[in-house]
């Protein structure tokens, strides 16, 4: 694992989970494979093993580069810019 400056950048508290699962995959009628929230607005969104790829989407939408799992027990951080776990 790296340290990236995006990392550095992100708010020191945590920010809070907008929801417990991704809208997007409730509005559209899909089921999440596993979540990730956004470490930057607490966004949550589907991983890339989900048919929807909402959490990549939301990066790609946001600009917001580091999310980490939202699953139990898993604290793991992408970031999207990078290519990164971090």
């Known amino acids: 694992m790296s340290e990236c400056v995006h990392v550095r950048d992100l708010p020191r508290a945590e920010p809070a989970p907008l929801t417990d ?9 899909s089921h999440p494979v596993q979540l990730r929230l956004c470490l930057v607005c607490g966004h949550v969104g589907c991983c890339d093993s989900s048919p929807f790829r909402h959490a ?17 027990g898993e604290s793991w951080r992408w970031c999207f810019t990078d290519q990164l776990l971090v």
């Open 21 to 29: 699962t991704c809208p997007e995959c409730l509005e559209v009628g």
């Open 56 to 72: 990549t989407a939301h990066y790609e939408r946001t600009g917001h580069p580091v999310m980490r799992s939202f699953e139990p």
